[in-house]
């Protein structure tokens, strides 16, 4: 499961954007001085975006494409980007896009509702709804034209593709999360991105970069697959207790328990275009409790104390109505009430999916009644 938050800081950014010349410099990696309040952050290629606790948003970088053109609303309860677009999500389930409109990664669907979260690949969106389903746009969408760049297929959703609880967006590939632990990918394969491991089981996690997949595992291990030309699926050998994990293009970030981060992949070779020192951390980096990854720089969200990893239900009521209970959420993660009739079941059964909102979510059971006999959880991706 995912970290829940300690209270907020600062957003710390670094990598490609830090100065004002060169190639990837579009002050992506300078955060502005009065973005003190955030509880989510989130990177493209010339952009950053930060959640603040007050349901606004705060964006840095260059306006090139018009990624930093988001409406002045509230009530935003998640952020994404793309390469040169960027996706916020309303606390109504309904998403906004903005950027470049190249191959229609802006276009939302109409109708679009119910969504708990969402995702930016290099020229596409992806969200998934609280039913478990997955929405793509952008291209991919012309089985006639697939493997014709940037057309590779990645918003053709593979076919029964259902009790899905996370999603990542690759920059041409997507990742799909099952209840179940196992996952589904789709889209582009020229570097091995969609060839999951045999038997990779008990997957808590999930992150994409530009032709990479990450996993994290339930024991707190990580793997990763596809293209290695930077190191990007070179997993450090004693990396351990990892709670949360993140890709940008071609690099990697872990958060562990103890609230410290460990990058790997690209940032120190010789290509200007990727290598921005990305996956060197700050030093004396701690109490972090988000990470995200940009195309070509990294993210953190620092507290003032390590992230929490468990939450207590908060007034568990069983009555005529059913059952309801309440968590403390976290911006950008999703939520599901289960429940089994024995402990000693094979099984739970899910109701649907609740995106975090950064306060107390109540979920409920409208089928419990008083001596329904009933065992309940919370499950947090």
């Known amino acids: 499961m995912a970290a829940m938050p ?30 003190t309040n955030a509880v989510m952050v989130a990177g493209g290629l010339l952009q950053g975006l930060a959640l603040n606790a007050d349901g606004t948003l705060a964006d840095w970088g260059t306006d090139g494409f018009g990624v930093l053109d988001f409406f002045q609303d509230t009530n935003y309860i998640s952020v994404a980007c793309g390469r040169q677009h960027s996706l916020a999500l309303f606390s109504d389930g309904t998403v906004v896009a903005v950027g470049d409109d190249s191959f229609g990664q802006i276009d939302v669907p109409s109708g679009l509702t119910n969504v708990v979260e969402i995702s930016g690949g290099f020229y596409h969106s992806l969200a998934l709804k609280s039913d478990g389903t997955v929405v793509v746009w952008g291209p991919g969408t012309n089985v006639a034209n697939v493997g014709q760049d940037p057309d590779y297929g990645q918003t053709i959703v593979p076919l029964g593709l259902s009790n899905v609880v996370q999603i990542a967006a690759g920059g041409w590939h997507n990742v799909a999360l099952l209840a179940d632990g196992t996952i589904r990918t789709w889209g582009r394969s020229d570097s091995g991105q969609l060839a999951v491991p045999p038997g990779l089981s008990n997957v808590v996690a999930i992150s994409a970069g530009a032709a990479h997949t990450v996993v994290l595992r339930a024991d707190g291990s990580i793997v990763a697959w596809g293209l290695n030309l930077y190191g990007e699926t070179n997993v450090p050998t004693e990396l351990s207790n990892v709670i949360a994990i993140a890709s940008g293009g071609w690099h990697n970030l872990a958060l562990k328990s103890d609230g410290t981060v460990v990058a790997w992949g690209a940032g120190t ?28 720089n990294s993210l953190v969200i620092t507290g003032s104390a390590p992230p ?74």
Do not use: M
Request: hydrophobic share 35%.
């Open 269 to 296: 070779g010789t290509n200007v275009y990727v290598d921005n020192q990305q996956n060197i951390v700050p030093a004396h980096l701690t109490n972090v409790v988000q990470i995200a990854g940009g195309n070509v």
């Open 308 to 381: 929490v990893t468990s939450a207590k239900f908060v007034t568990p009521q069983t009555s005529t109505n059913g059952f309801t209970v309440a968590i403390p959420t976290r911006n950008g993660h999703v939520y599901r009430l289960e429940y089994t009739p024995s402990l000693a079941a094979p099984s739970w059964t899910g109701l649907p999916l609740v995106a975090g909102t950064g306060g107390l979510q109540t979920f409920s059971d409208p089928s419990a009644t008083n001596n329904a006999g009933r065992f309940y959880r919370v499950r947090r991706w």
């Open 6 to 35: 300690g209270a907020r800081a600062a957003v710390i950014a670094w990598g490609a954007g830090t100065t004002t010349s060169g190639i990837n410099n579009y002050g992506q990696s300078i955060v502005p001085a009065d973005v």
